[in-house]
């Protein structure tokens, strides 16, 4: 407690940051009803709960991002009004978005630095910018140029370089909001360490995390959220993975991976031989059968993404890709979509959905071939293809008519993939399809792609949740560094092997 | 106009800021229309009124493609430059005399006319797309090139229709009327209801809007990006060449200063029409009544006496920051 030394009017073993009885209506509509929630100094303590239930409202309220409709905020007891973000860090809490805030034309350095520049007389101070963003994200386990442009970094080293930033402001509390969403196992033990040492040194963590593994190993104390109320709070160590799941639900939650029956012998439907894409990926060559899902495996950087976008054309690649035995080219995606591959990005926000657009617009940008009448654009068969598919892909939209960025993460991500199946594709490849999405509608995503697997489409997943490649997966291949190291199946497919693969350290190649 | 009823529907049905948005320009058309009926009494009459439309057509049928242009989240400086330029060529065809028949000679040039406009914009397009350069720098660059192409063909001077058969002949194709309605105003009209066709009812315009909103969006769903972007000003450039269809008959000559500053009155008619200027939203008959806004401040200007018309340029420029302006605050409200 040495931050709060000079200050002996502190009642000592007091909660550091106190929420007492906050409600927050947005109109009618409550988002939070009466909740409290205190962290007390070198405590984390977790959030959980559904999309919607209310997390990340709490958490703006407690970084003086919004201001609670009722109830008060405490600060080493003292009831305090924050009037907004600033103030509430100039008191020392601190927030690490769910979203990624960084200037993409400016460097890590840069980034990080933001609003806060060392200076040397008149000028900023790059070499020690430079050499302190180095540092602090080298804090976090990963290495990144601090001289690079964000632009050039994937999602996960933005995540990270984001988290550096934050936590270079002095800090008494800080919030992660689903910090771990974009990124692989490796950078998540990396930041859990992280915490492990800030908490060590007497400061308090809100964690909000959809991956409950990981609130079971770093948490001290976790509290429920549903439909913005607290419906359970126990000490983190009474909690297994499965009753936190259960408790958010509000239902048991049976089994989270659908069941699927492995088929021997299947029809080749896919073939990629000797495919580069400069820079990201070298020499890959991989096989799909008909009806299998195969996973891609791999640390942040290894080029699966990039992999992907060169096969559909979305990049420049070169290499030999065979559908049904025949050679192709995708020189635009367009041509890739027509042969009947789809391809979600996993940046739904910012690639997949036109998020000032309604849900119909989005539904049929890539197929509006098929909503033609001569010239015109038929609504009417457009409308009924929206109904068609907010039944089948349950998507939970207050009105037909509202715009994508109204809606949570998972229903943009079910009217992704309905906008893509809308297409009929043979092969479908979906990047991280379950990111920052809620554990009831991840059963609900599984579902849907077992459901299209049975139909006899092929899927390619990549995922940095190895879990979830494991449960739904025939096969996964592991990539590093751009090229394929190595696939498992069967009975070989644990975290375990995939990590060792992922990683080379069992091998010794890593550097 | 059962596009425009339609596209109000939409919106309704969507969100009250931007019905609100949608609905802004014609407000403001109908407030001018009260304060100027109080300025002058004359200002309200039929014939007044028919000749201000009338006289908006050069910058409505322009800011019709600039509409396109913007939608898609692009911009184009030079069309007023385009517009010396092609109405100088065409007069050019028809003073060279390669075609005896006055009648002939006419439709010819007019058909040159719509050539060199849509290759003036695919020139725009392609090196915006083609060289990827920003279309801020590439079409200040062909706005050069253009108006300084008129000035060499003109010799600093002006290119006059020569022939008064031909002129004769042509007239009526600014200075006629079909039904007592003066045949500016049917291209307006014509031009506007097949661009709202085309922007809000064709695979074409949803894809426009599509690039406009998000470009990887656009591109991750199939959308040919680039070719969307060129063709919108390609379409640019045939609304330009439709403008000097009526220019020409209109006055008989061109000079160096033809057009000049006309790439600013059709951005303004286009944002004042309530499209958003970083793409994505695009409202054809805002344009047109973006464009009858401009015209009737200047005639308004005109009829009273309470401000100078020389600095009617000066109103103009105030109108576009004033526009953006009431669309910012109408956002906020959401």
């Given at each position: ?142 290495d990144i140029d601090p001289d690079v442009v964000v632009r050039c970094l994937s999602i996960a080293q933005r995540q990270l370089v984001q988290i550096a930033r934050v936590l270079l402001v002095p800090h008494r509390v800080v919030i992660f909001d689903e910090p771990t969403a974009s990124l692989t196992p490796i950078e998540t033990r990396a930041l859990l360490k992280v915490i492990a040492d800030i ?169 509006l071939d098929k909503f033609r009448r001569s010239l015109q654009i038929d609504r009417a068969k457009e409308r009924v293809a929206l109904d068609r598919a907010i039944g089948e892909f349950d998507i939970r939209a207050g009105r037909k008519d509202m715009l994508v960025s109204q809606l949570s993460g998972g229903n943009q991500q079910k009217l ?96 | ?334």
């Amino acid at each position: 407690m040495k931050m709060t030394a000079g200050q002996p009017s502190i009642v000592p073993g007091g909660p550091l940051l106190e929420a007492v009885a906050l409600s927050k209506s947005f109109g009618p509509v409550e988002v939070l009803k009466d909740v409290s929630v205190a962290v007390d100094p070198g405590e984390v303590h977790a959030i959980i709960g559904e999309n919607g239930a209310g997390k990340s409202t709490l958490m703006k309220l407690l970084a003086g991002h919004l201001q609670p409709t009722r109830g008060e905020l405490r600060i080493d007891g003292k009831t305090v009004t924050l009037t907004g973000p600033v103030d509430a860090e100039r008191r020392g809490t601190v927030l690490v978005h769910q979203e990624i805030l960084l200037a993409p034309d400016l460097t890590v350095a840069q980034n990080v630095y933001l609003g806060r520049e060392l200076s040397k007389g008149m000028v900023v101070d790059d070499r020690a910018m430079n050499e302190g963003a180095r540092q602090a994200v080298r804090n976090l386990g990963a290495d990144i140029d601090p001289d690079v442009v964000v632009r050039c970094l994937s999602i996960a080293q933005r995540q990270l370089v984001q988290i550096a930033r934050v936590l270079l402001v002095p800090h008494r509390v800080v919030i992660f909001d689903e910090p771990t969403a974009s990124l692989t196992p490796i950078e998540t033990r990396a930041l859990l360490k992280v915490i492990a040492d800030i908490r060590a040194k007497g400061v308090g963590v809100f964690y909000i995390s959809h991956r409950l593994p990981e609130v079971k190993q770093i948490a001290d104390k976790v509290t429920v959220l549903r439909d913005g109320r607290v419906v359970a709070r126990h000490p983190a160590n009474e909690l297994q993975p499965v009753d936190m799941a259960r408790l958010m639900v509000g239902r048991d939650v049976a089994k989270l991976y659908p069941d699927r029956h492995a088929e021997g012998g299947r029809q080749t439907i896919l073939e990629v031989e000797d495919f580069s894409v400069p820079g990201f990926a070298q020499h890959v060559s991989f096989q799909l059968g008909k009806g299998e899902i195969l996973g891609f495996a791999g640390l942040v950087g290894a080029g699966r993404t990039e992999l992907m976008e060169g096969l559909v054309g979305l990049r420049p690649g070169r290499g030999a890709i065979r559908i049904n035995g025949k050679p192709r080219q995708f020189p635009h995606v367009d041509a890739s979509l027509k042969a009947g591959i789809a391809y979600l990005s996993e940046d739904r926000k910012g690639k997949g959905l036109l998020l000032a657009e309604d849900l119909r617009v989005n539904l049929t940008l890539a197929s509006l071939d098929k909503f033609r009448r001569s010239l015109q654009i038929d609504r009417a068969k457009e409308r009924v293809a929206l109904d068609r598919a907010i039944g089948e892909f349950d998507i939970r939209a207050g009105r037909k008519d509202m715009l994508v960025s109204q809606l949570s993460g998972g229903n943009q991500q079910k009217l992704l993939l309905a906008k893509m199946m809308m297409t009929d594709p043979s092969i479908i490849i979906v990047d991280e399809p379950t990111r920052g999405i809620d554990i009831g509608t991840k059963e609900q995503i599984y579902k849907f792609i077992a459901a299209l697997a049975a139909q006899g489409r092929s899927i390619i997943v990549i995922s940095s949740e190895m879990q979830e490649l494991i449960g739904i997966c025939d096969r996964i291949m592991v990539m590093r560094s751009g090229r394929i190291v190595g696939a498992v199946t069967g009975e070989h497919m644990n975290e375990n092997e995939v990590v060792v693969l992922a990683t080379g350290v069992k091998s010794g190649e890593a550097a | 106009m059962t596009d425009l009823a339609a596209d109000a529907r939409k919106v309704q049905k969507s969100w009250k800021d931007i019905d609100l948005r949608a609905v802004a320009p014609f407000l403001a058309l109908a407030l001018l229309l009260i304060l100027g009926a109080i300025a002058n009494p004359n200002f309200i009459s039929i014939d007044n009124l028919l000749n201000v439309v009338t006289r908006s057509a050069f910058i409505a049928i322009i800011a019709v493609g600039a509409t396109f242009v913007i939608s898609a989240g692009g911009l184009d400086l030079s069309v007023g430059s385009m517009v010396a330029f092609v109405a100088s060529l065409t007069i050019m065809f028809m003073n060279s005399g390669v075609i005896a028949d006055p009648a002939t000679m006419i439709a010819v040039a007019m058909a040159l006319a719509i050539v060199i406009g849509s290759a003036c914009g695919l020139a725009n397009g392609l090196i915006t797309t083609a060289g990827s350069i920003e279309p801020f720098i590439a079409t200040l660059g062909t706005m050069g090139i253009y108006r300084g192409l008129t000035t060499w063909l003109s010799q600093g001077g002006a290119i006059t229709l020569r022939s008064p058969d031909i002129l004769s002949l042509y007239r009526p194709a600014y200075f006629g009327a079909v039904l007592g309605i003066p045949v500016p105003i049917i291209i307006i009209v014509v031009t506007a209801a097949v661009g709202a066709f085309v922007l809000n009812r064709t695979r074409y315009g949803r894809h426009v809007l599509a690039v406009g909103s998000n470009e990887d969006v656009a591109r991750y769903s199939g959308i040919l990006v680039e070719r969307v972007r060129t063709i919108t000003y390609v379409i640019q450039g045939l609304c330009v060449a439709v403008a000097c269809l009526l220019y020409v008959p209109r006055l008989g000559s061109t000079s160096a200063t033809t057009g000049l500053m006309w790439e600013l009155q059709a951005i303004t008619a286009v944002v004042v029409g309530g499209t958003a200027l970083r793409g994505g939203v695009g409202r054809i008959w805002g344009t047109v009544c973006g464009a009858f806004i401009l015209e009737i401040v200047g005639n308004i200007m005109l009829l009273s006496n309470f401000v100078s018309e020389y600095l009617i340029g000066a109103i103009q420029g105030a109108i576009i920051i004033v526009a953006m302006l009431v669309q910012r605050s109408l956002v906020r409200k959401s």
